[in-house]
């Protein structure tokens, strides 16, 4: 049993979104940076310039790089070894996203009831938090502050089994080309396909956290990875959806295994602005 | 090359102006996010004044981060559009004469912007960190309670943005795309 106190993931919690709210992860930069060289229209290379210039800008002069600083959404590996001391763990990740939006100037956009008052909670509680229970005695603390542009464009749906990848390809490929600059693109596409509906749509926010360009690890899903990347960018939407070659940066597609039902599908699309960071404790 | 446009905007200016062009924006804007707009709204069939003259006015649908202490306003990107449709018409007929934001539009909003002569132009959505350098003056003149949601009156100087629909029907989103998409052989 290995101990880990409270307030310890209190202040990870904390700086991991202040930081991440204000600087893109390396791979992200460079992803961008190959995109503005691939790109052919000369309007959405200007997009991705300005783009590149506000990732300066923000970290320089910490300013938030987006004025939507998300829902702040957890997702932990809680090895089974490890025992919270001094306080509960969930009351600790809402207490670290109080201090880290607060202290990190970023904006509280989380509404107490969905679809009655809809009042702000003024310090962007409750997280969105998701546990894995893992072997071992480390907890791995990963936090994505998930813009509501880019989440607005999410869609689940269930297919027929029957008609195999091309509808999963269908399905993604027709859903970028509807919400078009709605998403932010440059997008990164995080896909989860089986497990049930619920399962679908974790494992599509889950597929946000890999590293982009990196494919899956499994050959027939990075061949639809690649197949939907490129469909993808063939639509011709481009950068903020002004018209060009570029529309996402990175497919991500997980799996699971399925009822002989079912083919769940869900898409999380995440926006070029694709803050995300972690800490192991 | 981007033209420099003083606001406010007239109809003048308007015919001018054609999807695609880059803008240089001077002058004061207003921001509304969906809260606010339903606030002007029920203003509006209440027969009450809005918080600013809507007449030749720019709303940048925008919810700032909180200013860190010494600064004009924090990180200023637009938000989603769209989600301003149900009640941009309205604010259209009134007068309002510009729209700044990102995402496409509804087809009655596209035809009040004709009918109407209104544009709606696109600023690039996450980049809120450079943007907040264009912008001078920022004050909350209505709805402070809703927060991030307030309604504020911002003095930008040279703020870009893109022409996205124009008063003839043009909409970049549409011509840009038909650019480039590769057809499938």
């Known amino acids: 049993m290995r101990e880990i106190q409270a307030g310890d993931v209190t202040n990870i919690v904390a700086r991991l979104f202040e930081h991440s709210c204000h600087y893109l992860p390396p791979d992200m930069i460079i992803a961008l940076k190959q995109a503005r060289e691939k790109e052919k229209s000369p309007v959405c290379r200007d997009v991705l310039d300005r783009i590149l210039e506000n990732v300066e800008i923000a970290g320089k002069e910490k300013t938030p790089?987006?004025?939507?600083?998300?829902?702040?959404?957890?997702?932990?590996?809680?090895?089974?070894?490890?025992?919270?001391?001094?306080?509960?763990?969930?009351?600790?990740?809402?207490?670290?996203?109080?201090?880290?939006?607060?202290?990190?100037?970023?904006?509280?956009?989380?509404?107490?009831?969905p679809c009655f008052a809809r009042v702000n909670t003024k310090d962007n509680t409750p997280a969105m938090i998701h546990t894995d229970i893992v072997p071992g005695a480390r907890l791995k603390i990963s936090v994505l502050p998930k813009g509501g542009g880019s989440e607005n464009c999410s869609r689940l749906t269930v297919l027929a089994p029957a008609n195999g990848r091309q509808?999963?390809?269908?399905?993604?490929?027709n859903l970028v080309d509807a919400v078009g600059s709605n998403a932010c693109p440059p997008v990164i596409i995080g896909v989860g396909i089986g497990g049930t509906t619920d399962k679908a749509m974790f494992i599509a926010k889950k597929a946000l956290l890999r590293q982009v360009g990196e494919p899956s690890p499994d050959p027939e899903v990075a061949e639809l990875e690649r197949e939907i990347l490129k469909r993808v960018?063939?639509?011709?939407?481009g950068a903020m959806g002004y018209g060009g070659t570029v529309t996402a940066l990175a497919v991500n597609v997980e799996t699971?295994?399925?009822?002989?039902?079912?083919?769940?599908?869900?898409?999380?699309m995440q926006c070029w602005c694709a803050r995300r960071e972690e800490a192991i404790l | 090359?981007?033209?420099?446009?003083?606001?406010?905007?007239?109809?003048?200016?308007?015919?001018?102006?054609?999807?695609?062009?880059?803008?240089?924006?001077?002058?004061?804007?207003?921001?509304?996010?969906?809260?606010?707009?339903?606030?002007?709204?029920?203003a509006l069939d209440q027969g009450?004044?809005?918080?600013?003259?809507?007449?030749?006015?720019?709303?940048y649908y925008m919810g700032p981060t909180p200013a860190r202490p010494g600064r004009v306003i924090g990180s200023a990107g637009p938000?989603?559009?769209?989600?301003?449709?149900?009640?941009?018409?309205?604010?259209?007929?009134?007068?309002?004469?510009?729209?700044?934001?990102?995402?496409?539009?509804?087809?009655?909003?596209?035809?009040?912007?004709?009918?109407?002569?209104?544009?709606?132009?696109?600023?690039?959505?996450?980049?809120?960190?450079?943007?907040?350098?264009?912008?001078?003056?920022?004050?909350?003149?209505?709805?402070?309670?809703?927060?991030?949601?307030a309604l504020?009156?911002?003095?930008?100087?040279?703020?870009?943005?893109?022409?996205?629909?124009?008063?003839?029907?043009?909409?970049?989103?549409?011509?840009?795309?038909?650019?480039?998409?590769v057809k499938a052989p």
């Open chain 1, 65 to 113: 790089l987006c004025q939507d600083t998300g829902a702040a959404v957890v997702m932990l590996e809680l090895g089974q070894e490890v025992h919270i001391t001094s306080g509960d763990l969930y009351t600790a990740i809402n207490e670290g996203v109080r201090q880290g939006y607060e202290k990190g100037y970023l904006r509280k956009s989380i509404v107490s009831q």
């Open chain 1, 167 to 173: 509808v999963v390809i269908d399905f993604v490929v």
């Open chain 1, 233 to 237: 960018n063939n639509l011709g939407i």
């Open chain 1, 256 to 268: 699971l295994p399925c009822h002989i039902a079912s083919m769940p599908v869900a898409v999380n």
């Open chain 2, 1 to 42: 090359m981007s033209k420099k446009i003083t606001l406010p905007l007239t109809d003048q200016i308007l015919k001018d102006l054609r999807a695609g062009d880059s803008l240089l924006l001077t002058g004061v804007v207003y921001t509304a996010r969906d809260a606010a707009h339903k606030r002007m709204l029920e």
């Open chain 2, 48 to 59: 009450k004044p809005l918080p600013f003259d809507i007449k030749g006015a720019a709303i």
């Open chain 2, 79 to 149: 938000t989603t559009s769209g989600r301003m449709d149900a009640y941009a018409p309205r604010l259209i007929a009134e007068g309002l004469k510009g729209m700044i934001g990102k995402g496409s539009r509804s087809k009655a909003v596209k035809d009040a912007m004709m009918k109407q002569k209104a544009i709606y132009l696109g600023a690039i959505g996450g980049a809120g960190a450079i943007i907040s350098k264009n912008i001078k003056k920022s004050e909350v003149i209505a709805y402070e309670e809703l927060g991030a949601e």
């Open chain 2, 152 to 181: 504020h009156r911002l003095e930008v100087e040279n703020f870009p943005v893109t022409v996205v629909n124009d008063i003839y029907g043009g909409d970049l989103y549409e011509e840009g795309k038909a650019k480039y998409q």
